[in-house]
C-alpha cells in the first residue's frame, strides 16, 4: 500500500543550486566522487548519507540534518503528496517517470515488495543506524513493478497511474527541474490533489514490485520496523519506507553489471588458478579497456564470462567446467540460479578455485569497470570484470523466491538523492 507524506526539499533560495546539493545513491559513490559532491555546495546530501566511518558519523548526520531544517535550508511541504518524478537524457533518447512515495513494509506476501539480492549484515546495520539517528528515509529504494501496457489498470477500472503521472508531466510545471553533471535532466511535481492520490494508490496498491535497487535499505526498513514494533510503541511511521516506482513496462529499466576487486591475490595467480575449471586467455599486451570489454561482451554471448584485470593486463574466463559447476553450487539452489554468472562467480570461482569466503572485507565492490581496474592495478589486487545479467533471469530467480548474490545487478537509471526526503516525525 502506497501512501502520501510531507517531503522535505531544499530551499532554492539558501543553497547555490538544486543540482549542486544532489548526488548519486551513497552505495555507487567511489573514489574522489565524494570529495567533489562535498565541494560543490556545503549542503550537499551526501555529507547525510555517507557522514563519515567513525562511530559516531550517525549522530553527526543527524545533528546536521537538524541544522538545516531549524535554518531554513531544508523546508517541509505543508500537506501530504506524492511526488512525480522524471530523469531524461535527450542525447541518448531515455526517458523514466514515476512516483516517489511511502510504502508500507512487510513481507513479499504481505507487502508485495520482492527482493531479488542478497544483502551483507554490515551494510544493513549502517544503513539502519543512519535511519535510527535521524529519524528520516535519506534516499528513496528504487523498485519497478509490471504496468502491463497503457490503459490496463490492476482492477480492470480507471486510469492506470502510468497514465495519470505522463498527463500531469505533460501539462504541468514542475517544482523542481534541473540538469546534473552528467547531462541528465531531473524534474519532479507534487501531487496534492486527493483524486489523483487516490487513483495512483488504487492502481499500485494491488501490483506487485521488485526491489531493483536498495535492497540493504529496504532490509534496514524492516530491521527498523522490527525494533520500533518490540519496543511496544505498535503501528506508526515506521511501518513505511520511501521508494521510487516505476512502470518497467513503459519505462524499461537498463541492468549493469556490477564488478569485484580482491585485495592480496594478483591476478597471475588468480588466472592460473581459474585454469582449472576455465578456458583462460591473455589478452594482448597493451590492450585497452575497451577491446577487453568487447572481448567480455562477445565471449557472454556464448556463456558465462569473466575478465580478470591488474597492473600487468587483462584475461578472459570463458566456458567454465559445467561439471564443476555444478558441484560448487549449493543445494536446493534452481536452475535458473546455478546458471547466473555471479552464481558461477561466487560460488565456483572466488570461492572454490581461489579458496576466498565472500565478504566486505575480501571481496569490494565497485559499480565501474574503469574504476575497478584501476583499484587492481594500483594495489596489486584483481578485479572481475561482469557481464550485466538479463533481466528476465533475474525476473524469473524472484519470481522463484530466491535472491541472486548480494551486489550482482545494477538497475538504472537510479533516482537522484536530495530531491525529496523523508522523516519519521510525528507531524511527517
Not at 323 to 337: C, E, I, L, N
Not at 366 to 384: F, P, Y
Request: glycine content about 10%.
Amino acid at each position: 500500500m502506497l501512501a502520501p507524506f510531507r517531503g522535505i526539499r531544499y530551499a532554492r533560495d539558501r543553497v547555490s543550486g538544486i543540482a549542486n546539493v544532489t548526488s548519486p545513491p551513497y552505495d555507487v559513490i567511489s573514489g574522489g566522487i565524494l570529495e567533489h559532491l562535498r565541494a560543490a555546495d556545503p549542503h550537499n546530501v551526501v555529507r547525510l548519507i555517507l557522514p563519515g566511518a567513525d562511530a559516531d558519523a550517525s549522530q553527526a548526520a543527524a545533528a546536521l540534518l537538524r541544522e538545516w531544517l531549524s535554518a531554513g535550508v531544508l523546508i517541509t511541504d505543508r500537506m501530504p503528496a506524492l511526488y512525480l518524478y522524471e530523469q531524461a537524457d535527450e542525447a541518448s533518447s531515455w526517458l523514466q517517470r514515476g512516483i516517489i512515495s511511502l510504502i508500507r513494509l512487510g513481507s513479499p506476501e504481505t507487502a508485495g515488495i520482492l527482493p531479488h539480492e542478497g544483502v551483507m549484515p554490515g551494510l544493513v546495520a549502517d544503513r539502519r543506524a543512519l535511519m535510527a539517528a535521524t529519524r528520516a528515509n535519506l534516499e528513496p529504494i528504487f523498485l519497478i513493478y509490471d504496468g502491463e501496457g497503457a490503459g490496463t489498470r490492476a482492477d480492470g477500472a480507471g486510469s492506470t497511474a502510468t497514465e495519470i503521472i505522463d498527463r500531469i508531466a505533460t501539462e504541468h510545471t514542475p517544482i523542481v527541474s534541473i540538469m546534473t553533471e552528467d547531462a541528465v535532466t531531473h524534474r519532479l511535481w507534487r501531487l496534492d490533489r486527493a483524486d489523483e492520490q487516490d487513483a495512483i494508490i488504487a492502481d499500485l496498491g494491488g501490483r506487485r514490485a521488485l526491489i531493483a535497487d536498495g535492497h540493504h535499505r529496504y532490509a534496514a526498513y524492516l530491521d527498523l520496523q522490527a525494533e520500533i514494533r518490540a519496543s511496544g510503541r505498535g503501528a506508526g511511521p515506521g511501518d513505511y519506507g520511501l521508494a521510487f516506482l516505476v512502470d518497467s513496462d513503459t519505462y524499461p529499466p537498463r541492468l549493469g553489471a556490477i564488478h569485484r576487486v580482491l585485495p592480496g591475490l594478483p591476478p597471475e595467480r588468480a588466472a592460473e588458478l581459474a585454469k582449472a575449471a576455465f578456458t583462460v586467455q591473455e589478452l594482448p599486451a597493451g590492450c585497452a579497456l575497451a577491446s577487453a570489454l568487447e572481448c567480455l561482451a562477445a565471449a557472454g554471448r556464448e556463456g558465462t564470462a569473466f575478465l580478470l584485470a591488474g597492473a600487468s593486463g587483462f584475461w578472459l574466463l570463458s566456458q567454465p567446467d559445467p561439471v564443476q559447476v555444478t558441484a560448487s553450487m549449493p543445494d536446493g539452489a534452481s536452475a535458473p540460479w546455478r546458471s547466473l554468472d555471479a552464481s558461477v562467480m561466487q560460488e565456483l570461482l572466488i570461492g572454490r578455485l581461489w579458496g576466498i569466503a565472500d565478504s566486505e572485507r575480501d571481496v569490494l565492490i565497485n559499480h565501474d569497470a574503469a574504476d575497478a581496474v584501476r583499484a587492481a592495478a594500483s594495489t596489486g589486487a584483481t578485479a572481475i570484470i561482469c557481464n550485466p545479467p538479463s533481466f528476465e533471469a533475474v525476473i524469473e530467480i524472484a519470481a522463484h523466491g530466491e535472491r541472486v548474490p548480494r551486489k550482482s545487478t545494477s538497475f538504472g537509471p537510479k533516482p537522484r538523492t536530495g530531491l525529496v526526503l523523508r522523516t519519521f516525525g510525528p507531524s511527517s
